[in-house]
């Protein structure tokens, strides 16, 4: 099934309540509303799915900006040196301001993990830093929730060969977007009921964790022992919930984890990655680190090493924690035994934990009246960097540790206790 191959009735079925997904449980989008969205020019035909459900739900408007591997490609194989330290600002500052207008925002996702394999890494930091500063402005927004958002993905020939390198391209694509089609919860004849469903089954999960008020959690486990200290006054979130503007929405489709702000100087310990972290075109396998006092003061792995040395020197905050999540090792993704080489699946088979910017919705009431100068005084972490890679399986224990020390099993082997 290539990008322009015809698609079956079953195929063209669900692609169509993806589109409906991303639209009405991804978004929640509003009358009225306009839509920024971005998207790889291979997944031109769900692009054009969803920007049909868009209006049909009545947005004012739905712009979408594609991105190209080729043109990718290109500037690292012809441009000078200095344009690597150029990002596109105005481009950023235009969607800051269309989301401080009140647009919504969704990304479709499908980038070739190894797109970048070949490439200088130095350029390859360089463009990242570059991009990411001048994203800020419009980040900000989106890590803060203030506006309705989300992301989905479309199976795309090069992530394809990547997860099924084995099978002729056509079937790769076919089985990628069966993988993409089950995970997201589409399969049925109303996947709305289902992620209604899901969606309880989470809260369920933050309600509890909520109720304990849990100072930290330790994780144990092979080449693991690391005690998260949590942010003064965090909050457990996970699933659909309201945006600042008023809007639910589920920021991730698929989701199966729960997630809330680690405390930035309250980390200690060692901890081994139990699956591959693909960043930028590199696969880092084997990432193992040392914190003190909420710092990585040590880091290795087996391959990629030189890349996550570039990503914990972007920033002072890049080498702290924004998020700890918690994700059971028999969740549906994890149960398709792939690595997806896409963190938006893969950190959803296992509990993971993010380098980087804290979200600053996972405090009491949202955060919604703190400044910065009050999320840091609270714990959270600050950084140009976001990324999350896996740390739970089901070798892994975690235990909630209360204010006077009680430790709480929450998970054992990898499984929520109930």
């Not at 009050?374 to 224990?397: F, P, V």
Request: proline share 4%; net charge negative.
């Amino acid at each position: 099934m290539n990008a322009h191959a015809p698609l079956s009735a079953t195929q063209d079925a669900r692609l169509d309540r993806l589109a409906e997904v991303a639209v009405r449980v991804g978004l929640g989008l509003q009358p009225g509303q306009e839509l920024v969205m971005t998207a790889p020019l291979e997944a031109l035909g769900l692009a054009r799915r969803i920007t049909a459900k868009a209006y049909a739900a009545g947005a004012s408007l739905v712009t979408t900006l594609f991105s190209d591997d080729q043109a990718t490609l290109a500037r690292f194989a012809h441009a000078p040196d200095a344009a690597f330290d150029h990002a596109a600002g105005w481009l950023y500052e235009g969607m800051a301001s269309a989301f401080r207008n009140g647009a919504a925002r969704l990304a479709i996702v499908g980038d070739d993990p190894s797109l970048l394999a070949g490439q200088d890494a130095q350029k390859v930091a360089r463009a990242n830093r570059a991009r990411s500063k001048a994203y800020m402005p419009a980040l900000d927004l989106i890590a803060n929730f203030a506006i309705n958002w989300t992301i989905v993905s479309a199976a795309t020939p090069a992530w394809a060969r990547t997860v099924f390198p084995d099978l002729p391209e056509e079937e790769a694509v076919a089985r990628l977007w069966d993988a993409i089609f089950a995970a997201s919860r589409v399969d049925g004849e109303d996947p709305v009921a289902a992620w209604a469903a899901h969606n309880a089954g989470l809260r369920h999960r933050t309600a509890m964790l909520n109720a304990r008020r849990f100072a930290a959690l330790r994780f144990r486990g092979p080449g693991t022992d690391l005690t998260v200290g949590l942010a003064d006054d965090h909050e457990w979130c996970g699933g659909a919930a309201p945006a600042r503007n008023g809007i639910v929405c589920n920021a991730n489709i698929p989701t199966e984890e729960v997630f809330t702000t680690p405390h930035r100087l309250r980390v200690d310990g060692v901890v081994a990655a139990t699956k591959p972290l693909s960043y930028q075109g590199t696969l880092i396998t084997d990432i193992a680190v040392r914190f003190e006092a909420g710092r990585i003061v040590a880091a290795s792995a087996r391959t990629g090493e030189d890349v996550l040395a570039k990503v914990l020197d972007t920033d002072e905050g890049a080498r702290r924690l924004g998020e700890v999540a918690l994700v059971p090792a028999s969740s549906p993704i994890s149960a398709s035994g792939l690595l997806f080489y896409n963190t938006l699946y893969d950190e959803n088979a296992a509990s993971h934990i993010a380098l980087g910017q804290a979200y600053s919705k996972c405090f009491r009431d949202g955060g919604r009246d703190f400044s910065e100068d009050d999320l840091a005084a609270r714990g959270a972490n600050r950084s140009l960097i976001h990324i999350d890679w896996m740390i739970g399986s089901a070798a892994i224990d975690v235990d909630g540790l209360t204010a006077e020390g009680e430790a709480v099993p929450v998970m054992r082997r990898g499984e929520w206790v109930d």
